[in-house]
Structures are given as C-alpha cells and as structure tokens.
C-alpha cells in the first residue's frame, strides 16, 4: 500500500548535537517530498520540499534533507539542534498522481535536553 | 496579521450538539483545506475548496458539512457530535497549485472535545 514511514515516534537529543529524523515512502513513482515542523500548541509550517534536481534540499531554522531514491528516503538533517526545535516532525507527500492531497506520515516528535 | 486564523481555538460540548469552526486566510490564495489531527497526531485530510467548490471530500461522515462563503472563508460545520470527534481541526490554505505542490499555510488549529 502507498504510505508514509517515520520510524521513530519520539527522538531525544542534547542540545548542540546533531540530529536526523528518519522518512520512507512507498509510491510507484517518486513523490513530491516535504517536512513540516509543528510547534506544540501551533498550526504546521513548511520547512523544506523536494520536487526534483538536487538531491540535497536546504531548508529554513538549518534544517536540511537528502532524497535517496534507491532508498526511497527523505531524511531531515540538522548539525547542532537547539532547544527550541523541540517540536512533532512530520514527513509528507504529494503523490506524482497529483490533484490528491498531501499525505502525511504519523511524525516523529523530538526532545532536546541540556 | 495572521495569515490563516480559526476560530474558536478550543471547543468543549456535549455529545448531540451541533458546532462550527470558521477559517479565514488572507493570502490571496483560492484553495482552503479542512485537515483532522487525532489524539496520535496523525492528521487526514477531510475537505478541499478551491474557489468556493468542492474539490476533495474524504470519506468523512456526512454530519461534517463544510461551506465557504467566499474563496477567502471555509468553515465546517459538525451535526450531532460524537465522542470520537474530539480531535484538533486544522485549517489550511495554497494556491491551486499547492494542491501539487503540497505547499500549504496551516491555521493554529482548533481544539474540540466531546464529551
């Protein structure tokens, strides 16, 4: 079935060390990727997304990802976490079908410490 | 300004009632979503407009009836609230293309508890 994958549902780190939050698809073509962020008590907001070309798409609060399509993966990367990333992560397509909705993954909720 | 606001922030009714949520955007954008969040914050789309028609609906229970009034409102209205309602109803907004894209400005969100 075609679906969204994040493995992790809560994530610690101390703060300054890095971070990745793990997605998986599974889509017969290469979906339009995205990660949102969810700040508790707020709507979602984009943090980056990957149509096509470069493989490695930079996004706004330092945040980056790698589309692997060998892996069907789309990983969110961030080298020195701050305290106020302590926020749900969401991973979520466009299905290359398009005219159908964005479909999330279940997210993946991230703690840092001191 | 806030450029997706809902309202109320937080319901909290009884089981039988009849409520609404209202969304406005003031993006300029022509395409409004109705998304549902459950207690395991996994969150499904329910309804999309674009221009003030219909263009997703969901299998979603018809005691949830959205209407937009104009391409810059879209508020859902829920008959006979069950307990199973209780979730927080996002509202959204993109230009059409966002339905492609999966560019989508989301409200705050509004909290509703059955009880």
């Known amino acids: 079935a075609q679906s969204v994958t994040q493995p992790d549902i809560h994530i610690t780190v101390s703060e300054g060390a890095s971070l990745e939050l793990r997605c998986n698809y599974s889509y017969g073509a290469t979906p339009y990727l995205f990660w949102y962020v969810q700040s508790p008590g707020q709507g979602l907001q984009l943090l980056l997304k990957?149509?096509?070309?470069?493989?490695l798409v930079q996004g706004i609060k330092g945040f980056e990802a790698e589309f692997k399509r060998s892996q069907s993966s789309f990983n969110l990367r961030k080298p020195s976490v701050h305290w106020s990333d302590a926020a749900e992560y969401f991973c979520a397509v466009v299905p290359y079908s398009g005219n159908t909705p964005l479909v999330f993954g279940k997210g993946t909720r991230l703690s840092v410490i001191a | 300004d806030t450029a997706v606001s809902q309202t109320p922030k937080y319901l909290v009714t009884q089981m039988g009632n009849d409520k609404s949520i209202k969304c406005e955007q003031n993006l300029g954008h022509d395409t409004m979503y109705w998304y549902k969040q459950d207690s395991k914050k996994f969150l499904k789309i329910m309804f999309s407009?674009?221009?003030?028609?219909?263009?997703i609906n969901e299998t979603v229970p018809n005691r949830f009836s959205p209407k937009s009034p104009d391409k810059a409102h879209l508020n859902l209205h829920i008959n006979s609230l069950e307990l199973g309602d209780s979730a927080v109803y996002f509202c959204?907004?993109?230009?059409?293309?966002?339905?492609?894209?999966?560019?989508?400005?989301f409200g705050e969100g509004s909290r509703l508890t059955v009880l």
């Open positions: 959204a907004s993109s230009h059409l293309a966002g339905l492609n894209t999966g560019e989508l400005f």
């Open positions: 990957y149509f096509s070309g470069d493989t």
């Open positions: 407009y674009n221009n003030k028609e219909l263009i």
